[in-house]
């Protein structure tokens, strides 16, 4: 993939790469000289390295779904290069790699050939070769989420409606 292809999807909801567990779905915001940013509704932004993107889909009649509504003066981290974007990353919370090999934790070093991340009471030092994407905590709430939200209140507010009256009923039936 290079920045000329890529600026064609620019505000298009598309796939990176096309299954498995590093396969992700989301808008794409902005492109830069060897990565891109990427708007998804699970992982929020995500900050991607070209140079290991498989594949990109598009759908010629819009049927991948995207249900964020970005809201207005939504920003995000912006950079010319991967390691740009890197270094303003340094010393903040951050995910790298979506899927099997995940990592989270602070990133501590950036340096040309790795990045170190500290993971509880660990260095973790990760080849910068190997670095597919980056996150660091940025994520809109979709509607779906806010609908899940009110519907675990409402059913954690049931159950324990139904529990105090079972604890009555078994206080009474005590006494």
Not at 117 to 143: C, M, P, Q
Request: net charge negative; glycine share 8%.
């Amino acid at each position: 993939m290079n920045k000329e292809m890529m600026s064609n999807f620019v505000g298009k909801t598309i796939r990176v790469d096309r299954h498995g567990p590093n396969s992700r779905v989301g808008k794409l915001m902005e492109v830069f000289d060897d990565g891109f940013v990427l708007l998804t509704e699970k992982d929020g932004v995500l900050y991607y390295c070209m140079q290991h993107i498989k594949s990109i889909t598009e759908s010629t009649q819009d049927k991948i779904e995207f249900g964020i509504e970005i809201p207005d003066g939504f920003e995000y981290k912006k950079a010319r290069t991967f390691m740009e974007l890197l270094r303003g990353l340094q010393y903040q919370w951050v995910h790298l790699n979506r899927g099997p090999e995940s990592i989270e934790g602070v990133l501590s070093e950036v340096h040309p050939d790795y990045v170190s991340v500290i993971v509880k009471d660990e260095i973790v030092r990760l080849a910068r070769i190997h670095l597919r994407n980056i996150s660091y905590g940025l994520k809109i709430e979709s509607d779906k989420d806010e609908e899940k939200d009110s519907d675990n209140k409402g059913s954690n507010d049931k159950g324990s409606k139904n529990k105090n009256s079972n604890d009555k009923s078994s206080n009474d039936k005590n006494k």
